[in-house]
């Protein structure tokens, strides 16, 4: 039985046609319903949204006020986290494509790395609250909290290094050790300011992202209302996810801080936007810088 040339293009097109509907409504459904989402929240949050939402202590049981030690003490946290995180995670992401060779050893850190970026964020309070918390006496406090955040952005961190360093092309490397330059020279001067670019948008979605966790710090640092600021990295405080969570589940009276919870939800939103933006306008800045 002979099949004719056209009818298999005929039949080839309208599958792709069928696939690429497909994929353009589920996409617009997608984003269909991030925009309700966020039109939910907006809706309901921005009324909030004051001067004093930002600058006043929460007062009234929560159900007054502003959220500015939540605010303060989620700047501590991620600030402090991506202290710890940036160094350990660039320089293992360095060893790991640069100087770890093929063999069951970087097979096994590799395995490592994907599976801690796998763990639940409520395994990594636990953790944060064993170890940090109870076993170096710590306490429930920033540090405590900071360490774990770390932990849980280590693995997107040595990541993105590591695939941002994969895709320089060796031809550079190659350049560079034939006009006798040493390894170390080479990934300083050569592989990381081109890799830069990627590496700076991994650090920037990892502030993202430990930015909006709430299980890491229930156990490590969160307070459930202080109305004043840490004096010392041992001191608990406020942060905002943790605040979101108790003013909307179970506060002193949910009804009356509800406005506020949805005020907390848009300023996260606004966040994790803006700390987007900046990875992208970053991205594109260095990669401009080097055509």
């Not at 918390?133 to 997107?156: C, E, Q, R």
Request: proline residues 5%; hydrophobic residues 50%; contains cysteine.
């Amino acid at each position: 039985m002979l099949v004719f040339p056209k009818y298999i293009d005929r039949r080839k097109k309208l599958q792709q046609n069928i696939f690429f509907w497909l994929s353009r409504i589920i996409s617009l459904l997608i984003i269909g319903i991030l925009f309700l989402i966020l039109f939910f929240i907006l809706k309901r949050g921005l009324p909030v949204i004051t001067w004093n939402f930002f600058t006043e202590m929460p007062t009234e049981g929560m159900t007054q006020g502003g959220i500015f030690p939540a605010i303060i003490g989620s700047i501590y946290l991620v600030f402090g986290s991506m202290i710890i995180a940036f160094p350990i995670g660039i320089l293992s992401g360095i060893y790991v494509n640069e100087y770890a060779h093929e063999g069951k050893l970087k097979q096994f850190i590799k395995m490592m790395t994907n599976n801690l970026a796998g763990i639940p964020s409520i395994v990594f309070g636990l953790f944060g609250m064993a170890l940090f918390v109870n076993k170096l006496n710590f306490g429930a406090s920033i540090i405590a909290g900071s360490l774990t955040l770390a932990l849980l952005a280590l693995p997107l961190i040595i990541r993105t290094t590591e695939e941002s360093l994969k895709a320089v092309d060796s031809t550079f490397r190659h350049a560079s050790y034939a006009l006798g330059a040493s390894k170390l020279y080479t990934i300083r001067k050569v592989v990381l300011p081109i890799a830069f670019p990627n590496i700076i948008t991994g650090l920037i979605l990892g502030i993202g992202r430990v930015s909006g966790e709430t299980a890491p710090i229930l156990f490590t640092v969160a307070a459930y209302f202080l109305p004043n600021l840490p004096e010392s990295v041992f001191d608990q405080c406020m942060a905002l996810p943790y605040h979101l969570y108790v003013i909307a589940t179970s506060g002193t009276n949910v009804e009356a801080s509800r406005p506020i919870a949805y005020g907390t939800a848009v300023v996260l939103i606004g966040i994790v936007f803006i700390v987007n933006l900046s990875a992208n306008y970053l991205r594109s800045h260095f990669g401009n810088k080097l055509k």
